[in-house]
Nanobody, 127 residues
Framework: HVQLVESGGGSVQAGGSLNLSCAAT????????MGWFRQAPGKEREGVAV???????HYADSVKGRFTISQDSAKNTLYLHMNSLKPEDTAMYYC??????????????????????WGQGTQVTVS
């Protein structure tokens, strides 16, 4: 079993920055993919950024150049550094984790996947 606990959300003005953290506990050795998803009111949940066990990253086009995903493996902690925040970044942000997916013969961590483990979420509001 895996537990994911997010922290670091809050309210910020447009152009500001926030750093989210996600502490993973339990059988973390099976987590080949870790990432961040978000869901705004009235909108579908979307993948924001994912990181695989080899350090490869994938970002949604809407956050490229502004958000950075990183991991402290020793602390089993995942981070999302968010800069130049926009009102459209307002959403509940969820830490996610799970196994790789096999697509076209290649294992990867896609952004459009429903991963096995989810945190409770942390709210980010940009005004």
């Amino acid at each position: 079993h895996v537990q994911l606990v997010e922290s670091g959300g809050g309210s910020v003005q447009a152009g500001g920055s926030l750093n989210l953290s996600c502490a993973a506990t339990g059988k973390t050795n099976v987590l080949n993919c870790m990432g961040w998803f978000r869901q705004a009111p009235g909108k579908e949940r979307e993948g924001v950024a994912v990181l695989d066990a080899h350090g490869a990253t994938h970002y949604a086009d809407s956050v490229k150049g502004r958000f950075t995903i990183s991991q402290d493996s020793a602390k089993n902690t995942l981070y999302l550094h968010m800069n130049s925040l926009k009102p459209e970044d307002t959403a509940m942000y969820y830490c996610v984790a799970g196994g790789t997916r096999l697509r076209n013969g290649v294992r990867s961590c896609p952004l459009d996947e429903q991963y096995e483990f989810w945190g409770q979420g942390t709210q980010v509001t940009v005004s």
